[in-house]
């Protein structure tokens, strides 16, 4: 049975295969899966980071990883109103509604 298709893949598996496995077999095959933090922790640092840095295209990927990993939407929302102060209005607001779309407000329960 083949392996299931990663969300690189089915993005850029056919025209970009050498980033796809870099993506695959370093970043997430490697880096995510070293001892030294949680996949939460990692979670959040990247969240915060895309976010900081108005990495729109990949945030919501890894908003929807970060509840996987165990990020409350009570948490991430508490860490992207921090980052409000040093990264930017504008970075948090739209990382916010980012999160908004994924998990929902406050009335709806998390996905």
């Known amino acids: 049975m083949p392996e299931k298709e990663s969300a690189a893949q089915k993005a850029l598996g056919e025209l970009a295969p050498k980033m796809v496995s870099l993506t695959d ?21 990247t969240v915060t980071t895309l976010a900081a840095l108005y990495r729109t295209d990949q945030l919501g990927f890894h908003l929807r990883l970060a509840v ?27 990382a916010l509604g980012r999160l908004k779309d994924i998990v929902g407000s406050t009335d709806s329960p998390e996905n």
């Open 25 to 45: 077999d370093v970043l997430f095959g490697d880096v995510w899966e070293r001892p030294g933090l949680s996949p939460r922790d990692r979670s959040l640092i």
């Open 68 to 94: 996987k990993n165990g990020l409350s939407r009570e948490e991430l929302v508490e860490a992207l109103t921090h980052l409000a102060f040093y990264a930017g209005w504008p970075n948090a607001m739209s």
